[in-house]
């Protein structure tokens, strides 16, 4: 028997297992413009034929050290513990999607204050694409269902944008897709991953082949200017491409995107020891000119992350038969354990590790910023799942460590929630780290040059004892300590992450909540209640959210392996059944 149920603005054809049909009864944009795309990318001429591909490493994957712990399953009260955990920050979620959905959608995101929907990434609906592999591993296949079906229709020869940032396009749209076409094999899905696929391959059409960052893909498609790779452009941008187009490649055997980036690659290996850190990139660096040596800032946090976190899962995507990203991942690496990570002074003496800016001199000296950003906490699941990959323990130690630190930084906080930048006192390397009050105010005093009175410095910035300066106070819901906490639960089966990623996520919350959904906070060191700005990007939905809920999950009945920028769930970390 075939049931049909309207569900919101949706007429769902039901069997009592399957959805068969979903349509839409009411749509903004969607129905103004024509649901089918009238132009494909695919078709443009390229200015800059490719004469010779780069191929997938050919030959049978590697087997990979195991990277997960072996968990228990069984069901015990310690699990209904778990499960009613889960439940809650599923509510938390579908509270935001059906906010998203009914309010803002097809807009980018959700105004999580004022309601109504902005455009911030293109308008393809990004929170929508972004949170498909949530709604499926959150069992909410309905919605998904729905999503999928309205994702189907995203016009991609189109934007509201006129310049689209190649980088946030391929995480959150390409991403997403893939994701979600690995966990649920929806042809849909696919389809429009080559679309967008298509899209971003045309901003590799350029005398070097290189990506043209922030691109103008209406010039692009219409050809009226020259495309030339910038000559400035971040590390992130050009480096945080690779996972998303090797898995378009491997999953439609078109080689065309895995050539793309491997010629970026190929330029990260040949320039990895030229550089003013050797080892490391610079924030910025010329891509017209394929120079990457010559800026001087270093950093795991803002305009670099993602470019070495992909390296580790470059590798294992590949099964192990691409050495070059173990090179590129362990010659980074070493450099930033040797002079990145610091031990922050803390009124407890905590054996904790957090990640530093670093300057170089044309001299050779490097200066350390001790400013610890909440971007870098993605760096202690990096270094838990290289350390286990390449089998370098002190790795493995030193992203226990680095995750430690991140959650060591919002208990310390007035709201249990860690400000978006702040500075510490570093301690030196293999000294006792005692704490010391005076040098602590003494570090306060040197940040504030408007004051010769230390206490009240302190006093008046609501600094926690062992933060120096809060640079940036906002909490922007992001995902980034929990996603090394889920890691490192994975990893090493410690159920005490569990229950702090449990108060995180109550503080989190609680701090955070609008009538609607979720907001950013404008200041975590105010007293009284923390202001709230009315900004809900997509990873809120579709990382922060999922890694507190993963993190609650005693089995997981999927493939799992996580991969990509957003710790995408696919099929390549090896160890867990
Ligand atoms: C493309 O998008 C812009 C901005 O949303 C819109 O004004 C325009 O009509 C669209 N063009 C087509 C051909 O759909
Ligand atoms: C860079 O230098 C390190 C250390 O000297 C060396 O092991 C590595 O092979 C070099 N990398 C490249 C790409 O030449
Ligand atoms: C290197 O140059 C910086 C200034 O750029 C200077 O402060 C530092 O003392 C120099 N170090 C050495 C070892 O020459
Ligand atoms: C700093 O200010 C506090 C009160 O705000 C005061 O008690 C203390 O004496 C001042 N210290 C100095 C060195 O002036
Ligand atoms: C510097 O310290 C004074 C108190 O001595 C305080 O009023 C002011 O807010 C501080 N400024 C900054 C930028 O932290």
Redesign the pocket.
Same mark, same amino acid.
């Given at each position: 028997m075939v049931v049909m149920v309207v569900v919101a603005s949706y007429i769902l054809r039901y069997d009592g297992h399957t959805v068969l049909s979903v349509d839409r009864v009411l749509s903004k944009r969607v129905l103004q /413009?024509?649901p089918n795309t !009238?132009w494909d990318w695919s078709q443009r001429r390229p200015d800059y034929p490719i004469s010779t591909y780069q191929l997938l490493p050919a030959g049978k994957p590697r087997q990979l050290p195991q990277v997960q712990a072996t968990f228990d399953s069984g069901t015990t009260n310690e699990g209904m513990k778990w499960l009613h955990r889960r439940r809650q920050v599923k509510a938390v979620f579908e509270r935001c999607w059906s906010s998203y959905r009914t309010r803002a959608w097809p807009y980018d995101e959700l105004y999580p204050i004022s309601g109504g929907g902005h455009d911030t990434f293109g308008?393809w609906a990004a929170t929508l694409v972004d949170s498909l592999d949530t709604l499926w591993i959150m069992d909410m296949k309905e919605d998904f269902a729905t999503a999928v079906l309205d994702a189907g229709r995203i016009?991609f /020869?189109? /934007? !509201?944008d006129e310049i689209i940032s190649i980088f946030e396009t391929t995480i959150r749209y390409l991403g997403g897709f893939l994701s979600a076409y690995d966990l649920s094999g929806n042809a849909v899905l696919l389809r429009k991953a080559v679309e967008v696929g298509n899209m971003l391959l045309v901003a590799f059409d350029t005398p070097n082949h290189m990506p043209i960052a922030k691109w103008d893909w209406r010039a692009a498609k219409e050809h009226y200017q020259p495309q030339v790779a910038p000559v400035s452009a971040l590390i992130s941008e050009l480096g945080s491409l690779s996972l998303e187009f090797t898995r378009l490649s491997q999953i439609t055997g078109d080689v065309r995107w895995y050539d793309a980036i491997a010629r970026v690659t190929n330029l990260f290996l040949a320039q990895q020891n030229a550089t003013k850190l050797p080892g490391m990139w610079p924030i910025s660096v010329n891509v017209r000119d394929e120079d990457l040596t010559s800026d001087y800032t270093f950093t795991l946090g803002a305009m670099s992350d993602s470019c070495y976190e992909y390296f580790p899962k470059m590798y294992a995507l590949l099964g192990g038969l691409e050495s070059a990203y173990q090179q590129l991942y362990t010659g980074s690496m070493a450099v930033a354990m040797e002079r990145m990570f610091f031990r922050p002074m803390t009124p407890g003496n905590a054996d904790i590790l957090l990640s530093g800016d670093l300057f170089a001199k044309d001299n050779g000296t490097v200066d350390l910023d001790p400013r610890q950003q909440h971007l870098t906490c993605f760096s202690g699941g990096m270094l838990g799942l290289g350390g286990r990959l390449f089998n370098m323990p002190d790795l493995f130690t030193v992203g226990r460590k680095l995750t430690d630190g991140c959650v060591w930084a919002y208990q310390a906080m007035p709201w249990r929630v860690m400000p978006d930048s702040a500075r510490f006192v570093p301690c030196e390397p293999n000294s006792e780290c005692n704490w010391a009050r005076e040098a602590w105010l003494a570090e306060v005093l040197k940040r504030n040059e408007s004051s010769d009175n230390a206490t009240e410095s302190a006093r008046a910035q609501n600094l926690p004892e062992g933060f120096t300066q809060i640079d940036d106070p906002k909490y922007r819901l992001r995902p980034e300590a929990i996603e090394s906490m889920f890691v490192m639960y994975r990893i090493t089966g410690d159920v005490s992450y569990r229950d702090k990623a449990w108060e995180m996520f109550q503080a989190i919350d609680s701090v955070t909540r609008t009538e609607l959904a979720n907001a950013e906070l404008v200041d975590v060191t105010t007293p009284g209640t923390p202001i709230k700005d009315d900004r809900m990007e997509s990873f809120w939905l579709a990382e922060t959210l999922k890694y507190f809920y993963l993190i609650f999950s005693d089995e997981m009945p999927l493939h799992v392996t996580i991969m990509s920028e957003k710790l995408r769930l696919w099929e390549h970390w090896p160890g867990k059944e």
């Open positions: /413009s024509s !009238t308008g016009d /020869s189109n /934007s !509201t």
